[in-house]
């Protein structure tokens, strides 16, 4: 059976590797620089990847979504109304919000940095021409649009979700790994976490390259049990985006 372990490596601001650090805050040793394959001369994450064997999602920015409701062939009289769906997540119960105006322009304004969920900070932006809304969504974000049945809706720009670890999500991100990094409080008493900034070395506001890698030991053997089994080691690293590597 095998032993996993799950690493994750926060490259220092300057780009030395030396310096990393793991989601306990502990600066790697020199025979961990060696084993996950950071002691080359590389010049940044991707050769890196290419150099070391990881897989490498870089980080590119998020492309908006934008529709257009031309609501110029709704008859005279009925009110015209939008529902958003922001349906990212995929699961069965999306977030959704209708907004209704009696003029195009007042349902742009009604729309204007509105979210569907309250503090959710995905604000879309909208704005009206000719009885022609145009809606933004947020960055990734990927959206549906429903509208009164005469309105012709348009999504005239598709959304492309972000890659690698946008800064917005990075913090969220280390946090789920340090869960993991051996803390669990069994006792009873208060466990403190280590300072994402101060301890971890990740920089605020800063998008990150993620390089993955599984590392498999050699076959071993338990003589208590009589089985052979595998270490597994699942490698994350992070680096900012365009930083070079020295």
Same mark, same amino acid.
């Given at each position: ?28 040793? =020199? ?11 590389? !010049?940044? /994450? @991707? *050769? &890196? $990847? %290419? +150099? ?36 990212? =997540? ?11 105006? !009696?003029? /195009? @322009? *007042? &349902? $742009? %304004? +009604? ?55 946008? $800064? ?79």
């Amino acid at each position: 059976m095998a032993n996993t372990k799950d690493t994750l490596l926060i490259v220092a601001a300057s780009g030395d590797m030396s310096a990393a650090k793991n989601a306990a805050g502990r600066t790697i040793s =020199a025979a961990e620089v060696t084993l996950y394959g950071l002691g080359g001369s590389e !010049a940044d /994450a @991707a *050769a &890196l $990847a %290419t +150099a070391s064997g990881y897989t490498l999602d870089a980080f590119a920015a998020a492309t908006a979504a934008e529709f257009t409701v031309d609501t110029t062939g709704v008859a005279a009289g009925e009110e015209l109304f939008v529902t958003l769906i922001d349906v990212t =997540a995929g699961r069965r119960q999306f977030p959704r919000k209708s907004f209704r105006g !009696a003029t /195009a @322009a *007042a &349902l $742009a %304004t +009604a729309i204007n940095g509105a979210e569907l969920e309250a503090g959710d900070g995905k604000a879309y932006a909208a704005a009206e021409a000719a009885g022609v809304v145009t809606i933004t969504c947020p960055g990734d974000v990927i959206a549906k649009v429903a509208s009164n049945e005469d309105a012709v809706i348009v999504n005239t720009t598709a959304a492309v979700l972000s890659t690698g670890l946008p $800064a917005a999500k990075a913090g969220e991100f280390v946090a789920s790994k340090t869960t993991k990094a051996g803390r669990t409080n069994r006792v009873g008493f208060p466990v403190v976490e280590p300072n994402q900034i101060a301890d971890l070395g990740l920089q605020s506001g800063v998008d990150y390259d993620v390089l993955t890698k599984q590392i498999v030991s050699d076959v071993k053997f338990d003589k208590n049990t009589g089985a052979s089994y595998q270490d597994v080691e699942q490698v994350t690293i992070i680096i900012a985006d365009g930083q070079a590597i020295v």
